[in-house]
């Protein structure tokens, strides 16, 4: 079992930046690939960035690329997302996800459907 906590949410205006963390319980953080999901009023949950389990193969979606960074530290159990140039289209609820796949190949997960655990989200929110 994994408990996810997110923090570092909140308001800033376009073009600032946020860092938000993840830290899960437990001893074995560095067994689960990490992803961080966003959604936004009346839209699906996506992906923002995702990073295997060693932190050494990240992905991110096209919409973030070059303004977000996705970090993990296995001895803090902390997953990071950096966020520079904001846009008020970033704006959503952000989520931490925990997926055991790739426990002995160290990939990213991209499909929410195998990531067994889920942070409670914070937001953020991009002012114009």
């Known amino acids: 079992q994994v408990q996810l906590v997110e923090s570092g949410g909140g308001l800033v205006q376009a073009g600032g930046s946020l860092r938000l963390a993840c830290t899960a319980s437990?001893?074995?953080?560095?067994?689960?690939?990490m992803g961080w999901f966003r959604q936004a009023p009346g839209k699906e949950r996506e992906l923002a960035a995702a990073i295997s389990r060693t932190g050494g193969r990240t992905y991110y979606a096209d919409s973030v690329k070059g303004r977000f960074t996705v970090s993990k530290d296995n001895a803090k159990n902390t997953v990071y997302l950096q966020m520079n140039s904001l846009k008020p289209e970033d704006t959503a609820v952000y989520y931490c996800?925990?997926?055991?796949?790739?426990?002995?190949?160290?990939?990213?997960?991209?499909?929410?459907?195998?990531?067994?655990?889920w942070g409670q989200g914070t937001q953020v929110t991009v002012s114009s």
């Open positions: 996800a925990a997926s055991p796949i790739g426990l002995f190949s160290d990939v990213v997960v991209l499909n929410q459907g195998q990531y067994n655990y």
């Open positions: 437990g001893r074995t953080f560095n067994n689960y690939a």
